[in-house]
């Protein structure tokens, strides 16, 4: 699925986020200062052979998000993903998140090796109704947000509904990863209990493009069963790119959250069942 995607909804801020990415919202992974995290080997970018897309196969499912709400966790949206491969052999990540009025789109391009990204397109694929349009316009949500993925840099283009358009563009430096689709690569790097690996990840905010760098540190934390699966659990921890100075501690208890990632990867319903932080919970619907 993907990142934290928050958006503003006429009863306020609502996060939303998506299983195969990392939390892709209004706010970004927390802002705690800490110390730097664990891992200590050379970063795994989409040029390293311990990253394999090819290990990861089509499929099509929903999941459900929940919030607390008090002691309970209640269901707030739905988001139904689709992984296929498209033209010149690129892996597709289209992705639709139903909340309230709004339903959002995105299509993600990535290579099928390694699964470094190429294009990504954000769009609302519904009517909007005027009283939400207005709040939307207000807060200068994004209703179209590109980006084009280069080897190392990267262009960020959104459109609000304002009709204003703005445009981001950067460099890391090094190949790295899309944040909207870290579920995937975590998958793909075939992490186990106990083993560790850092990621250079673009995180671009869905609602009004604004950009971070970030280091991601993966770490294998146990064998586990979710939504009926055999899965790892791997605990991310979030670092600011230039610093490495920690930002949100890693677990499904803290800020960077967890994903839990299916052993089978080729026979489950989808690669990543669930993710969880401290906030939210998104879980594969129908194997509860």
Known sequence: MSVRKTFWMMAGAVAVIGASGVPNG????????????????????????????????????????????????????????????????????????QQGPLEIAVRVELDQRTLQPIS?????????????????????????????????EYRVTTTDFNDETRETSGDMGMPYFDGST???????????????????????????????EYWVDALGAEDDEVAG???????????????????SEPGPLASGGAYWIAKDLRDSPAPVPRYKNESVDILLKGHG
């Not at 459900?64 to 597709?92: N, Y």
């Not at 995937?184 to 493009?209: E, H, K, T, Y």
């Open 182 to 212: 870290l579920g995937l690569v975590i998958a793909a790097l075939d992490l186990q209990p106990g083993a560790a690996a850092r990621l250079p990840v673009l995180f671009v905010n869905g609602s009004d493009g604004a950009v971070t």
């Open 229 to 247: 699966l055999a899965s790892v659990r791997v605990d991310v921890g979030w670092l600011d790119y230039e610093s490495g100075v920690l930002t």
């Open 120 to 152: 990504l397109h954000r769009t609302i694929a519904n009517d909007v109704p005027e009283q939400v349009l207005d709040r939307l316009k207000q807060v200068g949500f994004a209703k179209e947000l590109k980006i084009a993925f280069q080897e190392t």
């Open 26 to 97: 209004v706010a970004a992974p927390g802002e705690e200062t800490q110390t730097a995290g664990p891992v200590q080997d050379a970063p795994v970018t989409p040029m390293d052979d311990r990253v394999d897309g090819r290990r990861l196969a089509s499929y099509s499912a929903s999941w459900d998000q929940l919030l607390p709400d008090g002691s309970e966790w209640v269901s707030r949206a739905v988001i139904s993903e689709e992984l296929s491969v498209g033209e010149d052999d690129r892996w597709v990540r289209v992705q639709h998140t």
